[in-house]
């Protein structure tokens, strides 16, 4: 039982005790329920005030009845008041408070990313998350987990089982644009994958994956894309023996941002903005927006949703159509007034 729950149940014994000290006192001496509340207090706080009630001194029932609520109620105030300090001490009300917190701080996002398990791919996640600026809430079963985690970078997150559908509500799945799915076993992947789909038809859902083979039944049950670490570790050694300069090129925009000695906006990535159909851009020529002079950063490609294939190095006079993904490789402060332009 933890710290909370005692609490709760020594409070709750408190006033039980106090319901039949006050009940008994009425029923024995038929006196008035305020008059029984402060005898049923003075003999529980053994404050030594003596018999305040009327015909108490000559009834036998009312002596016995009150050395019964002594006994009984002493040893609840012993261990109320253990309880009670252990609560405290142990910071037991800190964490509550933080909990709630941290509750409402979740129940107000949208448009931000669920983690599903954070072991030891999941951390990386967290960090790059937290690098980049988005908003994002990790659930994960296990306490020592997150608790490795929030030693690298500060996030919301929820102890709970992400398989479970009520927790996954509480983690706003169904205002989520992201889900991110790495937990321990393909079997659990699969029935989350399944669930999260179920529960928000537009999320986009990436999910690790163990097994090559258990990458179609992945996207059948709703992901969007599946990653399996074997296979990119094995292309990983390949590039790194072939492509070194590529690899090391890459590797430094995709470095932690814990080991890079400057400012989280100066931390350089490869970005896709998405031109959604209330955008100005939607329908635009690509020129026409400015995106060099006011951001300063050339367009690498656009990904069209009637191509099968991006336009790498757009002209200005590429037009723009709703849905359509520009691909740039930028700070993260021009990254957010890229978003402006396109958005505005």
């Not at 014994?13 to 006050?22: D, P, R």
């Not at 006994?71 to 142990?90: K, R, W």
């Not at 983690?115 to 030891?120: A, K, L, P, Q, W």
């Not at 398989?163 to 799915?181: C, P, V, Y």
Request: hydrophobic fraction near 45%.
């Amino acid at each position: 039982m933890d710290i909370q729950r005692k609490f709760m149940t020594a409070l709750l014994a408190i006033l039980v005790v106090v319901g039949i000290g006050v009940s008994g006192y009425q029923l024995i001496l038929n006196v008035k329920w305020l008059d029984a509340l402060y005898m049923t207090v003075i003999t529980l706080s053994t404050v030594g005030f003596g018999e305040t009630l009327a015909g108490l001194d000559h009834s036998s029932t009312g002596r016995i009845f009150t050395m019964f609520l002594i006994l009984m109620g002493t040893g609840t105030l012993v261990y109320f008041a253990s309880v009670t300090t252990a609560f405290f001490i142990e910071g037991e009300l800190t964490n509550i408070l933080r909990r709630r917190k941290m509750d409402k701080e979740i129940a107000k996002l949208g448009s931000h990313t669920v983690v599903c398990g954070i072991g030891n791919t999941g951390v990386h996640v967290a960090a790059e998350l937290t690098a980049i600026g988005e908003k994002f809430v990790v659930i994960d079963q296990s306490q020592p987990h997150l608790d490795h985690a929030l030693e690298r970078c500060a996030f919301l997150y929820i102890t709970g089982d992400a398989s479970d559908e009520t927790t996954l509500q509480k983690a706003g799945i169904t205002s989520a644009r992201g889900i991110i799915i790495s937990l321990g076993s393909d079997k659990d992947n699969l029935f989350v994958t399944f669930t999260a789909r179920q529960l928000n038809p537009d999320a986009r859902i990436v999910t690790r994956g163990f097994e090559p083979a258990i990458r179609d039944r992945l996207l059948r049950a709703g992901a969007n894309a599946v990653v399996i670490p074997n296979q990119i570790g094995g292309m990983r050694l390949i590039s790194e023996l072939i492509r070194p300069h590529v690899v090391g090129f890459l590797d430094r925009m995709l470095r932690p941002a814990q080991t890079v000695a400057v400012a989280n906006d100066s931390i350089w990535r490869i970005e896709e903005i998405e031109i959604t159909a209330n955008s100005r851009a939607a329908g635009s020529a690509l020129g026409e927006l400015g995106i060099e002079k006011h951001v300063g950063i050339p367009i690498l490609a656009v990904m069209f949703p009637s191509r099968e294939e991006p336009v790498y190095y757009p002209k200005p006079d590429t037009r723009l159509e709703a849905g359509s993904r520009l691909v740039v490789m930028a700070e993260k402060a021009q990254v957010a007034r890229l978003r402006e332009i396109v958005s505005a």
